[in-house]
């Protein structure tokens, strides 16, 4: 996506040429020999507009290199002419380091010679300072400053606000509004938006959270929408066509929440460059919708071939392109449709309104053709319903249900388990479980061997499962308890794997089968002494660093993946283990994890337990693709022959251009190992950002979850013709997890 998408009217962001990190330490550089009566510039800016600036500088001599650059007027503003000169070469290394440049790379591409004639730089701030610095340097001095520093100043223009004016006309049928716009001149592009009231009071309130100005809301949401069409896939040009409309026009936003007070906001906007800008003060009014319109819209529901826990089930609306709501649950025997849609409303209507539980067209759940399987149930022998209604802000229309009843189950306390282990490490192990019944719900883990007491583990289930239910009712007030036992617990059979064990130790595995409409446990199972974990292993991989490469130098011709190592660093690390290893396994995680203290090897084995790469033995390297400057740590383990999981061997990795190796070392070992042929499978890349922590002790592996609510969203809004607005809620991401945070 291009800037015009990513900059609005008024963004406030400072530009400068070189990314400045505060905290970079300015480097020293020799006293100039400034030589005036040699080297002077004529620095002429050319023009000037909101987000550009157009300059010429004239050196008096031509074959000598010079340095130029735009930065914010403040950041030199008071200094003295060799803290400028420190400055800008501090910034010029900063943007070199995150570049994987050391400063003497960076120079050739930065430094420039003879006359530059109307250079103009884009993407600067609206109505901002900037500085223009040129001054001399000399390659052959390590590029020390020889002339002092011209500085002209300058500032981009600032949004003058015309003064457009709309004649906005709302008219509220129902919860549907349509507005008939007149702007005062045809010419000028223009954007709507409408929201409730609640939700614009929300960010704007004075005393609220946000403390947004009307224009700062009016910028967020119109970015929000921008990024909602680019992920729908749409092109820069179709974007434009979709949000700006030009001249008189009639809008209409349909399927608002009923009985609400909503807002709307239009204001004019103009290009500038490849920048996006406010260009008139935001008009606004409000509105408040009726009740829902009525439609008549109809079901047919069939229910057939029902089961203990699955029924075949499709629902066919009377409109094809009508968005409707349907759920199946358990039925008390009692509630009415009319009940049930109101106590649905009830707990879903923030989900309702922003359309992630509205369907459209044929729903089918019969496992035949077209349909990939039957609708699955909570538990047997219980009543279900399947209702659907018509849904946009509101009701549309009259519900319509169809109730039955799943087969009878086998009685829980009758179930029998097989329990086969399938593999042990040192810290855990893995086994099947197969019931003699599909339709129990049961609960498994594992405790060491002599700490087993039946009654207690029960009784600690039992409370567990009771403080669970209410919880959820709390958000679900129409729950049931075989609904949550469903959720939570596992029927049928199940690869479970019991983790963050204690090396060299006796656990006994129990089973505890349950009554879903009760949450109660109805009979216990245990397997003393089921499995032992391996005694830890003794070899400990030793981490060494062959070096750092840049990806800009390798360009895909070593791994043949450009885009992937492009503007990274390559780093490439070696395992020396014990020639008894049987095996060796990897992994990287972000940030700085050297503290075995902190971060002890059960938690690392937790974070990683879906990451571990396995490495060769006869060819012990690993190639990641990482940022440069930035810290990650590399860990290893090594299994012995008897199959022990050893300590973690432990390496921090951060590339800098300082300790960067040359390219054809890189070549030379990817041949020497792979051959040339093979070049491309020796690297391996990393995303830390994908793994998860906090695990139970047991997990299912290969626990079905077919969903039996599956959402969808809204059609794609075509962007030919725009004549419907969109409607919706900002969303706002105000927690970013800590990585290295237990």
Known sequence: MKRILMYMAMALGVFASWSCDPQTEPTPEPEPDPTPALQSFEVNVDAVTKTS????????????????????????????????????????????????????EKMPKVAVKGVQDHVELTGLAVDTEYALVVFGVDPAKDWAYTTFPEVVEFKTEAVELVEYTFDVTATVEDNTVSFHVVPSDNNIAWHLLTVTKAMYDNYTDPAGDYQWTKDVFYQAYAENEIQTYAGMGYTE???????????????????????????????????????????????EGTYTTGDVAKTELTFDISVTDVEQMRAAIKITPSDLEAAFVWMCQAWDGVSTPEQIVENIVAANKSWLDMGFMSYYGVQDYTGGPGSQYKFKLDSPDTDYYVIAFGYAGGVTSEPEMVTFRTLPGADPAECTFDLELTETTTYG???????????????????????????????????????????????????????????????????????????????TVYILALDAKTGKVVKAHSYPSFAKTKPLGTIVPQIELVGYYSGDEEAGAIFGQPAATAGK??????????????????????GNGMDAAEYDDAYINEMLKFYWDQVSLSQPYSFFVTTWQMEQTVFAYAEDANGGKGALGRFLLCATAEEKGSIDDLKALVDELNGQSKAASAMSSVNAGEVVSGKPIVSAKQKETVSTDIMSSSPAIPYVEQKTIKTGNLMQLDFVPAFWTK
């Open 53 to 104: 600036v157009t300059y010429t500088i004239t050196p008096a001599l031509l074959d000598k290199e010079y340095v130029a650059v735009v930065t914010a007027a403040e950041a030199v503003k008071g200094l003295e002419d060799e803290q400028i000169v420190d400055k800008v070469f501090a910034d010029i290394k900063a943007a070199a380091g995150a570049q994987g440049l050391t400063f003497a």
């Open 237 to 283: 040009e179709q974007i434009l066509a979709a949000m700006f409309l030009k001249g008189e026009q009639d809008l209409i936003a349909e399927g608002l929440n009923a009985n609400t007070e909503y807002v709307y906001l239009i204001a004019a906007f103009e290009i500038d460059g490849q920048n996006l800008l406010i260009a008139s003060e935001a008009s």
């Open 429 to 507: 192990f893995e086994f099947n479980v197969t019931p003699s019944d599909v339709t129990t719900y049961y609960y498994g883990d594992v405790c060491v061997a002599s700490e087993y007491d039946e009654a207690t583990l029960v009784a600690q289930v039992e409370e567990g499962i009771q403080q669970m239910y209410e919880m959820n009712k709390m958000f679900s007030p129409d729950l049931t308890m075989s609904a949550m036992i469903a959720q939570y617990y596992w029927n049928g059979t199940n690869v479970m794997a019991a983790e963050n064990l204690t090396p060299d130790t006796e656990y």
């Open 569 to 590: 660093a390559i780093a490439v690390v070696k395992y020396n283990v014990d020639p008894s290893a049987t095996s060796l396994y990897s992994g990287v995680l972000e």
